[in-house]
Structures are given as structure tokens and as C-alpha cells.
């Protein structure tokens, strides 16, 4: 099955800076990538995603980019706010498999 | 609508009970899903249903796991009897696939319920 490794698990930064959250996944035939913001006590919420016919897709001051060749993508936040700070999980769904594997999880805190 | 419901929120039990967690998926949503959460293993995917019937059930860890989806609207986990490793925050989720232009089905946003946190003493 489908195998999703996420990178940094903790990441710090300053209010204003840019954080870069990192996936690999290990199932070539995967095809859509989401990611998911979870606050503290609270459910996973999808924040962006991309599917693999696509490079880089951007909302406001999130992206993603997406590299089929070397099975990996990435979250950026650019200028960070305190309010970005929660657990941000990838995932990846298999083609013809509707469900998610996810990352382990980045836990990010944005200083003031 | 009122999202994917789950109910109970938090459930406090002994281990060797039966536990049953209840979910109610997003009206017209054609796919329903159990994960678990704990901070050790993350977001496991326990099972999943297209149209009420189970597609994947693979990740269930065990015989004493079960679900069932009776109908569109609802959907049960039970775990008997329930051990204390079984402790996490179980999560309902639901999505609707949408068929693109050229009419092939794709994976569509999955809307979480606010999870069941158990604790089996």
C-alpha cells in the first residue's frame, strides 16, 4: 500500500517568516494530495490540494508544489500569522482508492 | 447542512465493555470513512464504505473491531471487548466523488466529524 513520509515533525518560526512542510510518498500510481490543517482539539480541516496533472497550485499565502518524478510535495505558508500555528498533515489517495494516507504530521507554532 | 456528526464526543469505559461509536455522514455524500488518531501512529484509516457497502477493511487491527453501515445516513464502530491500547480519538469522515469532464471519478475533500475521544481504563 500507499506509504506517506512527512517532514519536519516540529517547526518553529517567527510571525512574517515562510514555513515549508515536506512529503514523500512511495506509490507511483497516487494521484491527488491533499493537505489538512488540524488546531488543537479540533477535526482536520483540507486547506489546499493538487492533483498529479498539476504542479503547483496556490491560495493566497498557501501553496503546494508537486514533483511526480521524485514522488514528493510540499506545503509553503508564506508570512506566517500566530493563527497558522496547528498540526498540518499530507496525504496521498491511490488511483481508483478513494482513501487517505496521510504523513505523520508537522506541529507548527508561529512566534509573535 | 450540519456536517458529519459523531456522537459520543467523549466516552470513558473499563476495559472488557463494549464500545459503539455512531456516525452520520453528510447528506448525499457517496463515501464514508473511520480513522483513528493517537499520537504515536497518526491517522490510521480503519475501514471505509462506497454506497454502504465496505470497500477496504483492512485496517482494522482486529476481530474485536467491527462496522456497519445499515444505510446512506449512518454508520456504527463498535469495539468489544474494548482493551486499554484501543484509547484514541476516532474519527468519522465523508466525501462525495465527482466525476470530471472527461467523466472519470477523482477523489473529492473529505469533511471530518469532530471525533469520539475514548479512554478505556
Known amino acids: 500500500g500507499e506509504n506517506v513520509e512527512q517532514h519536519p515533525s516540529t517547526l518553529s518560526v517567527q510571525e512574517g517568516d515562510s514555513a515549508v512542510i515536506k512529503c514523500t510518498y512511495s506509490?507511483?500510481?497516487?494521484?491527488?494530495f491533499p493537505w489538512y490543517k488540524q488546531e488543537l482539539g479540533k477535526r482536520p480541516q483540507l486547506i489546499i490540494d493538487?492533483?498529479?496533472?498539476?504542479g503547483e497550485k496556490k491560495d493566497q499565502r498557501i501553496a503546494v508544489t508537486l514533483n511526480k518524478t521524485a514522488k514528493h510535495f510540499s506545503l509553503h505558508i508564506t508570512e506566517t500569522q500566530p493563527e497558522d500555528s496547528a498540526v498540518y498533515f499530507c496525504?496521498?489517495?491511490?488511483?481508483?482508492?478513494?482513501?487517505?494516507?496521510f504523513g505523520s504530521g508537522t506541529r507548527l507554532q508561529v512566534q509573535p | 447542512d450540519a456536517g458529519v456528526i459523531q456522537s459520543p464526543r467523549h466516552e470513558v469505559t473499563e476495559m472488557g465493555q463494549e464500545v459503539t461509536l455512531r456516525c452520520k455522514p453528510i447528506s448525499g455524500h457517496d463515501y464514508l470513512f473511520w480513522y483513528r488518531q493517537t499520537m504515536m501512529r497518526g491517522l490510521e484509516l480503519l475501514i471505509y464504505f462506497n454506497n454502504n457497502v465496505p470497500i477496504d477493511d483492512s485496517g482494522m487491527p482486529e476481530d474485536r473491531f467491527s462496522a456497519k453501515m445499515p444505510n446512506a445516513s449512518f454508520s456504527t464502530l463498535k469495539i468489544q471487548p474494548s482493551e486499554p491500547r484501543d484509547s484514541a480519538v476516532y474519527f468519522c469522515?465523508?466525501?462525495?466523488?465527482?466525476?470530471?469532464?472527461?467523466?472519470?471519478?477523482?477523489?473529492?475533500?473529505?469533511?471530518f466529524g469532530e471525533g469520539s475521544r475514548l479512554t478505556v481504563l
Open positions: 496525504a496521498a489517495s491511490q488511483r481508483g482508492r478513494r482513501a487517505l494516507t
Open positions: 493538487i492533483r498529479s496533472n498539476v
Open positions: 506509490d507511483s500510481a497516487s494521484n491527488y
Open positions: 469522515a465523508s466525501s462525495l466523488n465527482k466525476r470530471g469532464l472527461a467523466g472519470v471519478l477523482s477523489t473529492g475533500e473529505l469533511f
